[in-house]
Nanobody
């Protein structure tokens, strides 16, 4: 059974940076595509960033592209989300989630849908973490 634990959230002033980590146990993250999602107060959950399992392609929600980056750390069995230039609109609970057993083109297609603001994707992922809170405030 794969378990995911997010860490790195906290309070940061506008313009600040945070590094969130999604650390897995029970299985290797290399076998899954990994998504970062967030849910702000009174808002629906939305996809923020996604990375595929085989070629590590990266996909970002338009509002975070250029500010956020996502990277895999094999030895730590983790996927990090580095967030720069944070704004109050980025305040949310951030979740990581994974899904396995897909072909590369299927992973890419699902990542594109996950970060598309016009999508009403249900984020059909196999495993979810419990989230870490990010609060951007002065």
């Amino acid at each position: 059974q794969l378990q995911l634990v997010e860490s790195g959230g906290g309070l940061v002033p506008p313009g600040g940076s945070l590094r969130l980590s999604c650390t897995a146990s029970g299985s290797k993250l290399d076998e899954y595509y990994v998504g970062w999602f967030r849910q702000g107060p009174g808002k629906e959950r939305e996809g923020v960033a996604c990375t595929t399992s085989t070629d590590h392609r990266q996909y970002f929600r338009p509002t975070v592209e250029g500010r956020f980056s996502i990277s895999r750390d094999g030895p730590r069995n983790s996927v990090d989300l580095v967030m720069n230039g944070l704004t109050p609109e980025d305040s949310a609970i951030y979740f990581c989630a994974v899904k396995g057993g897909l072909l590369p083109w299927q992973e890419a297609a699902r990542c594109l849908v996950a970060v598309d603001p016009e999508s009403d994707d249900d984020f059909d992922m196999d495993y979810w973490g419990i989230g870490t809170a990010v609060n951007v405030s002065s």
